[in-house]
C-alpha cells in the first residue's frame, strides 16, 4: 500500500539547536514532496516542495528539506530552531498517474524550549 | 491577497442532522479540495475538482455525503445525515494546476464539526 511515514508523534529540542523532522514514503513512479506546517486553530501554510532537480529545497522562515531517492526520504531541517517554530509538521506526497493520489503523514509535533 | 475562506468555523449538531460547510478558493485556482482531518491525523482527501468537474470522489462516502462547486468556484460540502462518527474537521484547500505545472496547495481554517 501506497503511503507515508512520519516515524516520530514529538520531536523536541531546545532554541538555538538545529532540527530535523522525519519523512519516509511509499509510493509508485517519482512523486512530487511537500511540507507544511499547522497551528493552533488554524489551517495547514505550505513550507516547502521538491518536484525535481537539487535534492536540497529551501523553503519559508528558514527550513529545508532533503531530498533521498534512495532512502525515499524527504526530512525537514533548519540549523537553528526558534520556540516559534513550535507547531505540528506534516509531510505530504503527491503520486500516481497524472499525480492525482494525494497522501499526508500522520504529522510530527515539534516542541521548541526556551 | 485573499486566502481560502471557510464557514462556518464551528458547528455543532445532533446526530442525524443535516450540516453544509462552505468553501471560496483563492481567486483563479481552478483546482479545490475538501479533506477531513482527525485528532491527531493527517488530512485525508475526500474530493477534489478541478474547475466544476469533480475528478476524484472515490473516497466520499456518497451515502450521506454530498458536495458541488457549481460555477467552477465557491463549493459546499454536505453531510445528511450526519454521524457519531463524522465529528472531525473539515479542511478546504485550492491550487492552480495546470500546464505550469504541478503546484502547492493553500488550505483554509477548516471547519470543526462535532456530532452530539
Known amino acids: 500500500a501506497q503511503s507515508v511515514a512520519q516515524p516520530e508523534d514529538q520531536v523536541n529540542v531546545a532554541e538555538g539547536n538545529p532540527l530535523t523532522v522525519k519523512c519516509t514514503y511509499s509510493?509508485?513512479?517519482?512523486?512530487?514532496l511537500f511540507w507544511y506546517v499547522q497551528y493552533p486553530n488554524r489551517g495547514l501554510q505550505f513550507l516547502l516542495k521538491?518536484?525535481?532537480?537539487?535534492?536540497l529545497v529551501k523553503g519559508s522562515y528558514g527550513f529545508e528539506a532533503e531530498f533521498n531517492k534512495s532512502q525515499t526520504s524527504f526530512h525537514l531541517k533548519k540549523p537553528s530552531a526558534l520556540v516559534s517554530d513550535s507547531a505540528l509538521y506534516f509531510c505530504?506526497?503527491?503520486?500516481?498517474?497524472?499525480?492525482?493520489?494525494?497522501?499526508f503523514g500522520s504529522g510530527t509535533k515539534l516542541n521548541v524550549k526556551p | 491577497e485573499a486566502g481560502v475562506v471557510q464557514s462556518p468555523r464551528y458547528k455543532i449538531i445532533e446526530k442525524k442532522q443535516p450540516v453544509a460547510f462552505w468553501c471560496n478558493p483563492i481567486?483563479?485556482?481552478?483546482?479545490l479540495y475538501w479533506y477531513l482531518q482527525n485528532l491527531g491525523q493527517g488530512p485525508e482527501l475526500l474530493i477534489r475538482?478541478?474547475?466544476?468537474?469533480?475528478?476524484?470522489d472515490s473516497q466520499l462516502p456518497k451515502d450521506r455525503f454530498s458536495a458541488e462547486r457549481l460555477k467552477g468556484v465557491d463549493s459546499t460540502l454536505k453531510i445528511q445525515p450526519a454521524e457519531l462518527g463524522d465529528s472531525a474537521v473539515y479542511l478546504c484547500?485550492?491550487?492552480?494546476?495546470?500546464?505550469?505545472?504541478?503546484?502547492?496547495?493553500?488550505f483554509g481554517p477548516g471547519t470543526r464539526l462535532t456530532v452530539l
Open positions: 484547500a485550492s491550487s492552480q494546476d495546470g500546464t505550469s505545472g504541478i503546484h502547492e496547495q493553500f
Open positions: 509510493v509508485s513512479g517519482n512523486p512530487y
Open positions: 521538491y518536484i525535481t532537480g537539487d535534492n
Open positions: 505530504a506526497v503527491r503520486a500516481g498517474y497524472n499525480f492525482n493520489k494525494f497522501y
Open positions: 481567486s483563479g485556482h481552478n483546482t
Open positions: 475538482y478541478e474547475n466544476e468537474e469533480a475528478v476524484d
